[in-house]
Structures are given as C-alpha cells and as structure tokens.
T-cell receptor, first 113, second 112 residues
C-alpha cells in the first residue's frame, strides 16, 4: 500500500533534549513538508523540500532542522532551541509540478516536559 | 486579518439535515482551493478541490466566489460519519512554489 508513515505516534521528551521525528513515503512524490498543529490554530509550515538534498524554511523554522538525503525520507529534528515544542507534527507530500494537493501522514504527538 | 478565515463552530446538526460552511481568504492572487476533513486527533485528508465552476461529489458540493473571495462547502443528507473538523485550504504561488494556507477549521457534529 502506498502512503506516508510517521513514527512514533506519541513521543515524550524532557526539555533540553533534541528529538527526531521520522517521515517516510512510498508514493514517489517529489515534495515533502513538515507542519505543526496547535489547538485553535491552522497548520503552520515548518520546512519543505521539493527535491533531494534541497529544502526551504517555512513560516516557523526556528528551532527545527531537516534533511532530505533520500526521496522517500524527510526527518525533522526538534532542537532544544524550539521554545514551545509540544504540538502535533504532520508530514505531507505532493507531486512537484503536479497539483498542489498535499497528502498527510498520521502525525506524531510530541510532548516535552 | 487572517489569510484564511473560518467560523470555528461548533455546529451541531441533526442527522439528515443540510449544512453549509463558508470560508473567506484575503489573498486575491490565490490560485487553488480545497476542503480537507480532519477527524479528532488524526491527520487532515483531502475531501475535495474547489473549482471556479463549482463541483459536486456525492452529497458534497463546493463553490468558489473569486469576486467576494469566499469558498463554501455544502453537505446534504448529513450522516453521523460526517462529524469532523473541516479545513478550508488556499494555495498561492510563493517564489515559484505553491504554498498552502490552512484555515483553523470548522467543527461539525452530527446528532442522531
């Protein structure tokens, strides 16, 4: 089955620790995205990548880092510099130069205490 | 002003009723429009794209009014399974890329 997987579903970390969230897709999509969702707010774009070895900052990139070494994978690291890391993190993908529709993974709920 | 605005609800509607949501957007250069559905604590899923001519998919009808910069979603004969949050999504070109902007969502509960 084609799709986007994110792991783990729930993640708990102590403040001051970096944590990496996984995102893998087998849809052969070129573009991948990371969003965070907070209660009462729309999804906000953290980073996106349209091609391997290239990525761009979104609207709220501070305190986050990404890599895109393979087309299928786009991991997100939440660093200790991120002031409010507790959130629902969603990875998405789309066909580059196709329609702008994005398809989402099941998300990771990160809680930092 | 937010780029995409939706009435957050909640809308509590009896099963079988017709319900409509509106969404307004501020960027007149917006190019593509979508409705996504998000169930509680799950990921958003594409419900339908919205075309200038309006489009229908079963019980769902989406309309776009570019002059007034709003999008609507109509659900007929609502089912219990329609209970979800509906996200209005707008895209526009951003330095050669298309960027999606999400509304905060309208929460719908269908009551038996």
């Amino acid at each position: 089955d084609g799709g986007i997987t994110q792991s783990p579903k729930y993640l708990f970390r102590k403040e001051g620790q970096n944590v990496t969230l996984s995102c893998e897709q087998n849809l052969n999509h070129d573009a991948m995205y990371w969003y965070r969702q907070d209660p009462g707010q729309g999804l906000r774009l953290i980073y996106y990548s349209q091609i391997v070895n290239d990525f761009q900052k979104g609207d709220i990139a501070e305190g986050y880092s990404v890599s895109r070494e393979k087309k299928e994978s786009f991991p997100l690291t939440v660093t200790s510099a991120q002031k409010n890391p507790t959130a629902f993190y969603l990875c998405a993908s789309s066909i580059y130069n196709g329609g702008p529709e994005q398809y989402f993974g099941p998300g990771t709920r990160l809680t930092v205490t | 002003r937010k780029e995409v605005e939706q009435d957050p609800g909640p809308f509590n509607v009896p099963e079988g009723a017709t319900v409509a949501f509106n969404c307004t957007y501020s960027n007149s250069a917006s190019q593509s429009f979508f409705w996504y559905r998000q169930d509680c604590r799950k990921e958003p899923k594409l419900l339908m794209s919205v075309y200038s001519s309006g489009n229908e998919d079963g019980r769902f009808t989406a309309q776009l009014n570019r002059a007034s910069q709003y999008i609507s979603l109509l659900i007929r004969d609502s089912k219990l399974s329609d209970s979800a949050t509906y996200l209005c999504v707008v895209s526009h070109a951003n330095f050669g890329n298309e960027k999606l902007t999400f509304g905060t969502g309208t929460r719908l509960t269908i009551i038996p």
